[in-house]
Each structure stands twice: as C-alpha cells, then as structure tokens.
C-alpha cells in the first residue's frame, strides 16, 4: 500500500479544464463563413424599378410616333456627320483655350498682386454674369464698333492688329466660347487649389522647391483631383454651348438639325431624335474619359484604384459562378 501511494504521488494525474463557454462560441462564431448581409428591400426596389425601364424601353421601341425608321436614314446624313464635326472642333478648340485662359486668370487671382489679382476678378465677374448668346451677338457685330483691333502701346506703333469685318464666323464662335469657357475654368481651378492641405505648400517651402516646382509637383496633382470632375461637368456644358453659335451665322450639329427640320417638316421627329442621340453619344464619351482621368488621379490617395466596369463585369460573374457552385453542391 506504501509504495501504490508513492507512485501515485511522482505521476500526479493532469486533469483536462473545459474552456468556458464563451470561448467556445467564439471559436465557433469564427470557424463559420462570412456572407454579405441580404437586403431582401434592395432586391425586390430593383426588380420593380427594370421592369419599369424595360416597359419604358419597349414602348419607346414600339411607339410609331417616334418613326425609327426614319431615324437611321438621317442619323449618318453627310450633313449630320459635318456638324457633328463642327461641333467637336469647336469644344476641342475652346476647351483648350478657355482652360489656357482659365489657368492664368486663377493664377492670377490667387497671386498677391493686387493689380493682376484685380483684373481677373473684373473678367471673370463680367464673362459669368453675360449670357453666351448675348457674347456672341455683340462679338459678331464689333465691327460695328471696332473695325480694325490691335495691340498697342502709347506711343508706339501697332504690335497686332486684325480687320474685325473680314473675321470669319468660325473664329467669332471660338472666340466667344473660348472667353466663356475661361471664365468658368478659373473659378473650378482656384476652387481646387484652395482644397491642397496648406501644410503640403508649407512642406514644399520648407524643402525649398522653387513657385513653378511646387505648383507642378505638389499643388496640381492633388488640386486635379478636385478639378477634374467640375471641368467635364463644365466641358459638357460647352458641348451644349455649341448650338448656340447660330447667332455667328456658325451652322453645327443643332443648326443643321433646324435647317433639315425646315426643309423635310414631315420627319421633325426622327430628325430631333438624331440630334438628341448625337449629344448623348459625345456626352457618354466624356463621361468615360472622366472616370479614367479620375482614375488616373486617384493614384497615392486611395490604397485601392476604382474598379473598372469591366473589372467589375468579371468580378460580378465570378462571384456568381462560385454562389452556383455552392448552391450546386449542397
């Protein structure tokens, strides 16, 4: 009996401590799959709203009033595709200069000298507070006023100078939207300037980089990021500032859609419809080469760049694939 006791006391027996039952759920709450919460609401509000579209679209489809047959015929008229073109010089051409002009008056603005700073403000005041048709009619008839234009200084002879009266309407249209455009592009640039982070300047200054470094390697890639978005919003407007050069005697995309509903008042409809479906089609444009200028941008400020909609397309079909999968399995 002596010596069972001993080697009851050299091998003592471990006893097994059972977890308390919190841990235990917490290792089965973890050891379960995660799944995305379903909202059955989304769901059912989306299924409700494309059965709405698609009975918006089948009607429109069906309609004869909107006379789609006619609208193929006039949509690739030669004319058509002129002034389409016309219209997408016109943008080009104004958005490059009015976002040159745009960028000089902001810089201005925003210097400290008052004489510069000054002026811009008198432009930008009085170019946003004249509406571009009322521009564009005293633009075309400042021969009336100014029949010869130059540059000059007192007393020296004329560096520049042009006669107004033999100026064609293409270059009064661009001249006039292109100091519209100006006007609107320096408050959007001055605007994203003034949203850098003060400390970003004050670091910039403090490392020494000279005005032009800093603005180009420091204070335009994150001001871009907030200019981007309000500039082709304001580039779509300029598209549709476009149908306004009529008042030039300028004909483009709208003006030969009023001249051939002049002339064929049998097809005003399909004839409307094809300039609608043209500026939809330069407005979708700009609107995807938004979102990879945005894209393009959002480099170092986010730690993951937007999905494309391709990107996106894949993923989606992927994530369903590997749902039927499971469901299949089970």
Do not use: C
Not at 45 to 52: E, F, G, K, M, P
Not at 65 to 89: K, M, N, P, Q
Not at 256 to 281: F, K, R
Request: proline share 6%.
């Amino acid at each position: 009996m002596s010596s069972a006791r001993a080697v009851d006391t050299a091998t003592p027996r471990q006893e097994v401590v059972p977890a308390p039952r919190g841990e235990e759920a917490a290792r089965e709450l973890a050891g379960r799959p995660v799944t995305p919460r379903r909202h059955y609401g989304w769901w059912i509000a989306s299924v409700v709203v494309l059965a709405l579209l698609a009975e918006l679209v089948l009607n429109i489809a069906h309609n004869d009033a909107w006379e789609w047959g006619r609208f193929g015929h006039y949509f690739t008229l030669d004319v058509v595709r002129h002034g389409v073109f016309l219209t997408l010089e016109l943008t080009a051409l104004s958005a490059v200069l009015g976002l040159v002009g745009g960028v000089v008056l902001a810089l201005a603005r925003l210097s400290g000298n008052g004489l510069f700073s000054g002026l811009s403000w008198l432009y930008i005041w009085f170019f946003r507070s004249l509406p571009l048709n009322v521009l564009l009619i005293l633009l075309f008839n400042l021969a009336y006023f100014f029949p010869h234009v130059g540059l000059k200084l007192p007393f020296l002879p004329t560096l520049f100078g042009h006669d107004t009266v033999s100026m064609a309407p293409f270059a009064w249209g661009l001249i006039g939207l292109s100091l519209n455009e100006a006007a609107f592009a320096a408050e959007l640039i001055r605007g994203g300037i003034l949203s850098v982070d003060p400390g970003q300047i004050e670091a910039a200054n403090a490392l020494g980089l000279p005005p032009s470094r800093r603005l180009r390697r420091v204070v335009l890639p994150q001001a871009l990021r907030t200019i981007v978005p309000g500039y082709v919003n304001q580039l779509v407007g300029l598209v549709k500032g476009t149908s306004l050069v009529y008042f030039v005697s300028l004909v483009d995309l709208f003006g030969i859609v009023n001249q051939l509903e002049s002339t064929n008042p049998q097809d005003v409809v399909p004839i409307l419809m094809v300039g609608v479906a043209w500026y939809l089609v330069i407005a979708a444009v700009l609107t995807v080469v938004q979102f990879y200028v945005e894209r393009f941008f959002a480099r170092g400020a986010v730690r993951t760049l937007p999905r494309t909609p391709f990107q996106r397309l894949v993923d989606g079909l992927k994530q369903a694939r590997l749902r039927l999968a499971e469901a299949v399995t089970r």
